[in-house]
């Protein structure tokens, strides 16, 4: 069980992960008992699966283990069940809208997959969804968190309750593809003049809710990218790059890519990058956005100012239980993360100790009950793209790159 | 194509295109033969001719559609196809061909939940649909059997007797399906058939691993 958070971060997208086995017959029982609904919910089950995975030292073993066996055994639809998925959602089948169509799928998506296709000499690349998902949520959701609550789990681990509301919420959006077709064009939209990055076309006619076409990009994920023997000076100027985009994101476009899971970033062979997958976007109000800016600015040595910004941005509530603990823990995080802010020299992502102190912490913040409906989602997504960075082993700037949205 | 023939083809075709929306905007039960003889401008005798009953004429859409189905499965499936795709695949192409005869499926439906007599000349030509349908259902199976693809128990017969059944079922869930495209005709067909086929793959035993894996 020595397995450190470091070790999985570097797993995160990197396949099938394998557990040990840790006898614990109750919790098994429990964990069989919820997985029965689970193993029903195919697409959100494999959502749950995913989030709850990169939180996953927090999970007993039997859970964790009976995770990875579910996202292993989802099938996938073969070229009739597509057809079918595709001829329900735009009215006529692949043939006919297609002038090629790959009956085999080229990549999973969560809730599908993804094919290869072609049209008026365009390679595209087509997404299509398991069916019967958006329908299964609703009740499924509802079953599953009646039973986490009365499983022997949410005694002991309460933050799985809201972390399954939360994944219920995010499959809800992930469900229904014209949402990212919009997410799509207006991150498109927004990073036009931004040469360097490319934002896969959609095309509407050919995309709905189950179904969505757009441009396929051609490049590497960050796997391939190690393997292709780059120089580091690339891997620093792609994740600097990337760090950039994503305070684009979060303190400019006020939308942000809330899934950073690898997979997602692209690098095409003219050292550009690629989004890809929009299925997950979060929303952030303009006010959060400036007091969370502040964060970056406060001195580190002053508790009362960091205090008060805390409570200001509703992160910290003085009267809630286990507060102490949750303010500690937020202290430790701003000092964790924010001096690389602040001081002009390039930080060293791939100090994998610094990384594993800063998720543990946020581990530790929510099992102290930390909730909010944004900033939670923006400290995951920001951890994960630092340990795409860790990954890289990039060197960044941080500083220079968020002075410019300051 | 003799003079004859070809105005006894296009007589035809009159019965059923007329029949054919008679039975839509009527209803099947309400329509006549007598109701299809006047709106083809043919006589009652003569248009016994072409088909003794009103079942037959429906079951003569139900044979074209057959042809139909047989012709493009054989086309479009790949032969690489898995099992589960292949009758996945037939089902969905016989659901397909059927859609527009919908309001008249019950006549082989019930037919087949309640055959008649079997001397009575529908039933006959049913059971010819019937096995003809069969037959290409057949042709796979053995197929599978022969590569080992399904474990050989002698069960061939039972088999087909099953999976005729098996999609009896599943037309009758499509017809009372109210979800949005059908889906839940879709993962119905989907998940049955991984179930049942792994299961028939094991010999009927569904290992441990495959129990965890299923649904």
Same mark, same amino acid.
């Given at each position: 069980?020595?397995?450190?958070? &470091?070790?999985?971060?570097?797993?995160?997208?990197?396949?099938?992960?394998?557990?040990?086995?840790?006898?614990?017959?109750?919790?098994?029982?429990?964990?069989?008992?919820?997985?029965?609904?689970?193993?029903?919910?195919?697409?959100?089950?494999?959502?749950?699966?995913?989030?709850?995975?990169?939180?996953?030292?927090?999970?007993?073993?039997?859970?964790?283990?009976?995770?990875?066996?579910?996202?292993?055994?989802?099938?996938?639809?073969?070229?009739?069940?597509?057809?079918?998925?595709?001829?329900?959602?735009?009215?006529?089948?692949?043939?006919?809208?297609?002038?090629?169509?790959?009956?085999?799928?080229?990549?999973?998506?969560?809730?599908?997959?993804?094919?290869?296709?072609?049209?008026?000499?365009?390679?595209?690349?087509?997404?299509?969804?398991?069916?019967?998902?958006?329908?299964?949520?609703?009740?499924?959701?509802?079953?599953?968190?009646?039973?986490?609550?009365?499983?022997?789990?949410?005694?002991?681990?309460?933050?799985?309750?809201?972390?399954?509301?939360?994944?219920?919420?995010?499959?809800?959006?992930?469900?229904?593809?014209?949402?990212?077709?919009?997410?799509?064009?207006?991150?498109?939209?927004?990073?036009?003049?931004?040469?360097?990055?490319?934002?896969?076309?959609?095309?509407?006619?050919?995309?709905?809710?189950?179904?969505?076409?757009?441009?396929?990009?051609?490049?590497?994920?960050?796997?391939? =990218?190690?393997?292709?023997?780059?120089?580091?000076?690339?891997?620093?100027?792609?994740?600097?790059? =990337?760090?950039?985009?994503?305070?684009?994101?979060?303190?400019?476009?006020?939308?942000?890519?809330?899934?950073?899971?690898?997979?997602?970033?692209?690098?095409?062979?003219?050292?550009?990058?690629?989004?890809?997958? &929009?299925?997950?976007?979060?929303?952030?109000?303009?006010?959060?956005?400036?007091?969370?800016?502040?964060?970056?600015?406060?001195?580190?040595?002053?508790?009362?100012?960091?205090?008060?910004?805390?409570?200001?941005?509703?992160?910290?509530?003085?009267?809630?239980?286990?507060?102490?603990?949750?303010?500690?823990?937020?202290?430790?995080?701003?000092?964790?993360?924010?001096?690389?802010?602040?001081?002009?020299?390039?930080?060293?992502?791939?100090?994998?100790?610094?990384?594993?102190?800063?998720?543990?912490?946020?581990?530790?913040?929510?099992?102290?009950? =930390?909730?909010?409906?944004?900033?939670?989602?923006?400290?995951?997504?920001?951890?994960? &793209?630092?340990?795409?960075?860790?990954?890289?082993?990039?060197?960044?700037?941080?500083?220079?790159?968020?002075?410019?949205?300051? | 194509?003799?003079?004859?023939?070809?105005? $006894?083809?296009?007589? $035809?075709?009159?019965?059923?295109?007329?029949?054919?929306?008679?039975?839509?905007?009527?209803?099947?039960?309400?329509?006549?033969?007598?109701?299809?003889?006047?709106?083809?401008?043919?006589?009652?005798?003569?248009?016994?001719?072409?088909?003794?009953?009103?079942?037959?004429?429906?079951?003569?859409?139900?044979?074209?559609?057959?042809?139909?189905?047989?012709?493009?499965?054989?086309?479009?499936?790949?032969?690489?196809?898995?099992?589960?795709?292949?009758?996945?695949?037939?089902?969905?192409?016989?659901?397909?061909?059927?859609?527009?005869?919908?309001?008249? %499926?019950?006549?082989?439906?019930?037919?087949?939940?309640?055959?008649?007599?079997?001397?009575?000349?529908?039933?006959?030509?049913?059971?010819?649909? $019937? *096995?003809?349908? %069969?037959?290409?259902?057949?042709?796979?199976?053995?197929?599978?059997?022969?590569?080992?693809?399904?474990?050989?128990?002698?069960?061939?017969?039972?088999?087909?007797?099953?999976?005729?059944?098996?999609?009896?079922?599943?037309?009758?869930?499509?017809?009372?399906?109210? *979800?949005?495209? $059908?889906?839940?005709?879709?993962?119905?067909?989907?998940?049955?058939?991984?179930?049942?086929?792994?299961? %028939?793959?094991?010999?009927?035993?569904?290992?441990?691993?495959?129990?965890?894996?299923?649904?």
């Amino acid at each position: 069980m020595g397995r450190t958070a &470091l070790g999985e971060l570097r797993k995160i997208g990197a396949g099938p992960e394998r557990r040990q086995a840790v006898d614990d017959s109750t919790r098994d029982a429990n964990a069989r008992q919820v997985f029965e609904v689970l193993a029903e919910l195919k697409g959100p089950a494999l959502k749950l699966g995913q989030v709850l995975s990169q939180q996953r030292h927090e999970l007993p073993e039997a859970w964790a283990r009976r995770l990875a066996a579910l996202q292993r055994s989802a099938p996938p639809m073969h070229g009739a069940l597509v057809r079918v998925q595709i001829r329900n959602e735009l009215g006529r089948p692949p043939e006919d809208l297609f002038d090629a169509f790959e009956r085999e799928p080229f990549a999973a998506a969560s809730l599908g997959q993804v094919h290869r296709a072609r049209r008026g000499g365009e390679e595209l690349a087509v997404k299509v969804q398991y069916p019967g998902i958006e329908r299964a949520i609703g009740s499924d959701f509802s079953i599953l968190q009646a039973l986490l609550r009365t499983a022997e789990l949410a005694v002991h681990r309460p933050e799985l309750e809201p972390a399954l509301a939360e994944v219920r919420q995010h499959v809800e959006q992930e469900v229904d593809y014209v949402q990212e077709a919009d997410a799509l064009e207006l991150f498109g939209r927004h990073l036009e003049s931004e040469e360097d990055v490319r934002v896969p076309r959609v095309v509407r006619e050919l995309s709905g809710r189950r179904v969505l076409t757009m441009e396929r990009l051609e490049g590497f994920h960050v796997e391939e =990218l190690l393997r292709a023997g780059v120089p580091q000076a690339e891997h620093d100027r792609l994740a600097t790059r =990337l760090l950039d985009l994503f305070f684009r994101q979060t303190m400019v476009l006020g939308v942000f890519q809330a899934d950073s899971h690898p997979g997602n970033f692209l690098f095409l062979p003219d050292g550009r990058i690629g989004l890809l997958d &929009l299925g997950c976007t979060k929303r952030l109000p303009p006010d959060l956005v400036r007091e969370h800016r502040r964060l970056f600015l406060l001195p580190l040595d002053d508790d009362a100012a960091l205090t008060e910004q805390f409570i200001r941005l509703r992160l910290f509530d003085p009267e809630e239980e286990r507060a102490r603990e949750r303010l500690s823990l937020l202290l430790r995080m701003q000092r964790l993360d924010v001096p690389m802010y602040q001081s002009d020299q390039a930080f060293d992502f791939a100090d994998g100790a610094w990384l594993r102190d800063l998720s543990l912490c946020l581990r530790d913040a929510l099992r102290a009950g =930390l909730t909010h409906p944004e900033l939670v989602l923006y400290m995951r997504a920001k951890l994960g &793209l630092y340990s795409l960075f860790h990954q890289l082993g990039a060197r960044v700037r941080c500083h220079r790159v968020l002075r410019a949205y300051l | 194509m003799r003079a004859r023939e070809t105005s $006894k083809e296009q007589t $035809k075709q009159r019965i059923l295109d007329v029949a054919l929306a008679l039975f839509r905007d009527k209803g099947f039960r309400q329509a006549t033969m007598r109701d299809i003889a006047e709106a083809a401008g043919i006589a009652l005798g003569t248009t016994y001719n072409y088909f003794p009953t009103k079942d037959h004429i429906a079951l003569f859409f139900f044979e074209e559609a057959l042809s139909r189905v047989i012709a493009r499965h054989r086309r479009e499936t790949p032969p690489e196809a898995s099992l589960e795709e292949w009758i996945f695949s037939l089902i969905a192409l016989e659901l397909e061909e059927v859609e527009p005869f919908r309001g008249f %499926l019950d006549v082989l439906v019930a037919q087949a939940a309640v055959p008649g007599s079997p001397l009575h000349p529908f039933s006959l030509d049913a059971e010819r649909l $019937k *096995s003809r349908y %069969l037959d290409y259902v057949a042709g796979m199976l053995r197929g599978a059997l022969d590569r080992g693809e399904l474990p050989q128990a002698g069960y061939e017969a039972l088999m087909l007797q099953a999976f005729w059944a098996f999609h009896l079922g599943i037309l009758f869930f499509w017809l009372n399906d109210e *979800s949005p495209h $059908k889906e839940d005709t879709w993962i119905l067909l989907d998940k049955s058939l991984r179930f049942i086929l792994g299961a %028939l793959r094991q010999g009927g035993q569904l290992a441990p691993e495959q129990r965890e894996q299923t649904g």
